[in-house]
């Protein structure tokens, strides 16, 4: 790694500074700066989380704010009736804030498109007009099969106004993943582009689309069709049952649409994540609940007003993305950035450059990033003028205090705070990150959790341990955002999250415990270090990626008998994938076969699931009871010292694979 620091006696400082503070500055213009909230939130639960509602425009009150009569499916602001989009949009118009910038959006090629709030509203009503005219009815699943360009925010605020739940499929996920996303959530309707750009090149969209679509198992009533590439598209003509977006927009020119009034507790949308078994996840965001606590959390941590602009640079395919980059920013009327492109294309200091040009106050992003910065040296940020920032923040994976700390001088300049969020998909929103205008920062640690979380770090047995001893992290009290079920699937919804830690026979919500499956330590301050997850799910860049996926994708290759994946540790990704693969006999295990391996992940999944290494191996290191032991995989993948091998049926294969992995 490149050491790109000149000023050695600042750098040694830091690395003995284990706790900053922030500033007086920040704290005196933070959005929350009395460390009495957490009382407040504890003694007043569930009460507090008025304060979240509070933020929003009701159609209608609430009668309750929670509804704990039948856990796990715990209900809040019952009875309450609202309109994300109306929230989003109408109400920022209406108060005067009609030409305020909504979106900035910054193309690769540096092609860029503003929205103000009025903008972006009119473009919203025509949509709903056009999904409406296309049969989209209330409660209808729509997919998103879009990349970083305006029309997906807009389609999704769209959705939201007739009261259709979305579906976002990220864009780099493969044909095979977006046909078993739409067959999963019974999705009739597709919007999706022609294409977009990748490092200078345009990337053909539709044709994995089309490719999905043809594989849904049931009709499809509709697609529509962002033009993105214009003259550099790839001539697709469209079929029977698709939709030019600019032509329907067109059609519908000027069209409004009511916000369709929805119970607090309808479904908003649907996020399918990865899980221990082969098939994703339909995570359930309502209406009520998620969007309270994303414009909470938004406020809260992320300190956001109107009059900032703010950059989330994550992807809207993503969880971050729906609710830091949509619908947290516009339920609170600021300006928040989108950009298409990746971060060295055409060159390393494009995102600085960004920060310097939209004079950027707020930057959020993953530690994967911010460990490429680092290697990449401090020339890059060094050449742009970065003194708009007031905030940063991190999110996706563990970030190391070496990463945390480079990104606290040479972006924040040591004088922003640095918030390490964790949370999940299915936790809607933030759970564990210091608020910037209460408390210190410790480098590698999330911090506390958020006035009103109650989480808690226990034993195999539920029960806490010591400050500084690895266990596992819990939430032990519901919170607004949090996922309501899987998509009509109750039951894995609690064997999956709730099993492990509740009694599942009883009807008292004490007696229910959420299980996120990471890894954490506490110290006596209360502070959480996340230490990773603990079941089979491995996180590439930030990316959840299930290992059974990838291993069924393997095993679907033409000569593969049986396949284990496992994370090994890597400087930017965190980690990144490593299979074991045993080929049929008679199979040769050459470059070729590697090649068609490869292949078979990324058209199943997506590149991002893409082996960095796979070994053949005759055989794969098992438990007497036939269970792979891929503690063992995962210590070879490392290059870390083989732990204990003695409850394996075959102890000597290690030392083969050991040695195979030393020889490449
Ligand atoms: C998993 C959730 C939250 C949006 C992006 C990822 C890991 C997330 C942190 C953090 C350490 C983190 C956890 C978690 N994770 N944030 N600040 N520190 N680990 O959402 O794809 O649902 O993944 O990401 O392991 O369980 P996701």
């Keep these: 790694m490149v050491d790109s620091d000149g000023d050695g006696e600042l750098e040694a400082r830091l690395v003995e500074q284990e706790e900053f503070e922030p500033s007086r500055e920040f704290v005196e213009q933070a959005n929350v700066s009395d460390p009495k909230i957490y009382d407040e939130f504890e003694k007043n639960w569930p009460g507090c989380w008025e304060q979240a509602a509070a933020l929003l425009d009701w159609d209608s009150p609430y009668d309750e704010v929670l509804d704990d009569s039948n856990p796990p499916f715990y209900e809040w602001f019952t009875g309450g009736k609202l309109n994300a989009s109306y929230n989003c949009l109408d109400r920022h118009v209406e108060n005067g804030d009609k030409n305020r910038v909504a979106i900035k959006w910054e193309g690769e090629h540096g092609d860029t498109r503003t929205y103000t709030y009025q903008d972006l509203s009119r473009e919203v009503n025509e949509f709903a007009?056009?999904?409406?005219?296309?049969?989209?009815?209330?409660?209808?699943v729509v997919t998103l099969y879009m990349p970083m360009i305006p029309e997906l925010p807009i389609a999704m605020l769209a959705c939201a106004r007739i009261g259709a739940p979305h579906s976002v499929v990220f864009a780099g996920f493969s044909a095979e993943a977006l046909a078993t996303r739409m067959n999963s959530a019974d999705s009739r309707f597709l919007v999706t582009c022609d294409g977009?750009?990748?490092?200078?090149?345009?990337?053909?969209?539709?044709?994995?689309?089309?490719?999905?679509?043809?594989?849904?198992?049931?009709?499809?009533?509709?697609?529509?069709?962002?033009?993105?590439?214009?003259?550099?598209?790839?001539?697709?003509?469209?079929?029977?049952?698709?939709?030019?977006?600019?032509?329907?927009?067109?059609?519908?020119?000027?069209?409004?649409?009511?916000?369709?009034q929805r119970d607090a507790e309808d479904m908003l949308f649907l996020m399918y994540?990865?899980?221990?078994?082969?098939?994703?996840?339909?995570?359930?965001?309502?209406?009520?609940?998620?969007?309270?606590?994303?414009?909470?959390?938004?406020?809260?941590?992320?300190?956001?007003?109107?009059?900032?602009?703010?950059?989330?640079?994550a992807d809207i395919g993503w969880i971050t993305g729906h609710s830091y980059i949509v619908y947290g920013p516009l339920a609170l009327g600021t300006t928040t950035v989108m950009y298409e492109g990746t971060p060295d294309y055409p060159n390393r200091s494009r995102l600085w450059e960004l920060v310097e040009k939209y004079a950027v106050d707020i930057f959020y992003t993953a530690p994967t990033a911010i460990r490429a910065f680092m290697k990449w040296g401090t020339q890059?940020?060094?050449?742009?003028?970065?003194?708009?920032?007031?905030?940063?923040?991190?999110?996706?994976?563990?970030?190391?205090?070496?990463?945390?700390?480079?990104y606290y001088k040479h972006i924040g300049d040591e004088e922003c705070p640095v918030v390490d969020t964790w949370w999940q998909t299915e936790t809607g929103g933030m759970m564990i990150t210091?608020?910037?205008?209460?408390?210190?920062?410790?480098?590698?640690?999330?911090?506390?959790?958020?006035p009103g979380v109650d989480a808690k770090v226990v034993d195999t047995g539920g029960e806490e341990v010591e400050a500084g001893r690895a266990g596992y992290l819990t939430v032990n009290k519901p919170w607004p955002g949090?996922?309501?079920?899987?998509?009509?699937?109750?039951?894995?919804?609690?064997?999956?999250?709730?099993?492990?830690?509740?009694?599942?026979?009883?009807?008292?919500?004490?007696?229910?415990?959420?299980?996120?499956?990471?890894?954490?330590?506490?110290?006596?301050?209360?502070?959480?270090?996340?230490?990773?997850?603990?079941?089979?799910?491995?996180?590439?860049?930030?990316?959840?990626?299930?290992t059974m996926e990838i291993e069924s994708a393997i095993v679907g290759v033409e000569g593969v008998a049986e396949a284990a994946v496992v994370g090994g540790k890597h400087d930017v990704k965190g980690e990144a994938v490593y299979a074991y693969v045993i080929t049929e006999e008679g199979?040769?295990?050459?470059?070729?076969?590697?090649d068609r391996i490869v292949q078979g992940v990324e058209d199943a999944i997506g590149p991002i699931a893409?082996?960095?290494?796979?070994?053949?191996?005759?055989?794969?290191?098992?438990?007497?009871?036939?269970?792979?032991?891929?503690?063992?995989?995962?210590?070879?993948?490392?290059?870390?010292?083989?732990?204990?091998?003695?409850?394996?049926?075959?102890?000597?294969?290690v030392e083969e694979i050991q040695r195979k992995a030393d020889a490449r």
Excluded at 380 to 406: C, M, Q, Y
Excluded at 434 to 450: F, I, Y
Excluded at 587 to 594: I, K, N, S, V
């Design 482 to 546: 949090m996922l309501r079920t899987l998509y009509k699937n109750d039951e894995r919804f609690i064997d999956e999250y709730w099993r492990e830690y509740s009694d599942t026979d009883s009807d008292d919500p004490d007696d229910w415990v959420y299980f996120p499956e990471d890894g954490a330590k506490i110290d006596d301050d209360g502070y959480i270090t996340i230490l990773g997850r603990v079941d089979d799910v491995i996180n590439v860049s930030g990316h959840r990626l299930g």
């Design 273 to 313: 994540t990865s899980g221990t078994t082969g098939q994703p996840k339909g995570v359930k965001h309502t209406t009520g609940g998620y969007l309270s606590y994303a414009a909470w959390t938004s406020h809260a941590v992320l300190d956001i007003e109107k009059e900032d602009t703010y950059w989330c640079a």
């Design 434 to 450: 210091t608020l910037p205008g209460v408390g210190n920062m410790k480098p590698g640690s999330a911090g506390p959790p958020l």
């Design 129 to 140: 007009a056009a999904l409406r005219d296309l049969g989209v009815e209330e409660d209808d």
């Design 196 to 260: 977009y750009y990748r490092r200078g090149d345009p990337l053909d969209h539709l044709d994995k689309a089309n490719e999905g679509l043809d594989g849904v198992d049931h009709g499809v009533d509709a697609a529509v069709v962002v033009d993105r590439l214009g003259d550099d598209g790839f001539g697709h003509d469209l079929r029977g049952n698709q939709h030019d977006w600019d032509g329907l927009l067109d059609e519908h020119s000027g069209d409004r649409v009511d916000p369709v």
């Design 587 to 594: 199979q040769a295990e050459d470059d070729e076969m590697r």
């Design 610 to 653: 893409r082996p960095e290494q796979v070994l053949f191996t005759p055989e794969l290191p098992k438990t007497r009871s036939g269970k792979i032991m891929r503690r063992l995989l995962e210590e070879i993948a490392n290059g870390e010292e083989l732990g204990d091998t003695t409850t394996l049926r075959n102890p000597e294969i």
């Design 380 to 406: 890059f940020p060094e050449r742009h003028d970065l003194s708009s920032l007031r905030l940063l923040g991190t999110v996706g994976e563990p970030i190391n205090p070496r990463a945390w700390k480079w």
